[in-house]
């Protein structure tokens, strides 16, 4: 579980379906047992992709409040050679 899982998951998800589909001589029942898989899989699916918004958007979030840290100390520094450069006159 992590910021953009869900989409290696569907990917190796889509390979593993991809490789059975095109696995010769699996019997009459291969697209039943295929739809069981997928059918199981399904809720993992959604709880990965769950996850997978909500650690996105707390990164966004992390992100947002990183940048705006380092523009007060930015601002901070600009105040500070200010008051510097005053105080030399």
Known sequence: MRPGGYADYKAQLDSIIQTYRDTPGKGIQAE???EIFMKEKNDLGSSILKADKNLTEK?????????????????????????????KR
């Not at 966004?60 to 450069?85: D, H, P, T």
Request: glycine share 0%; net charge negative; charged share 50%.
């Open 59 to 87: 990164e966004r979030q992390l992100k947002e409040k990183e940048a705006l840290v380092e523009m007060e100390r930015f601002k901070a520094e600009v105040a500070k050679r200010e008051q510097e450069e005053i105080a």
């Open 32 to 34: 039943q047992a295929l």
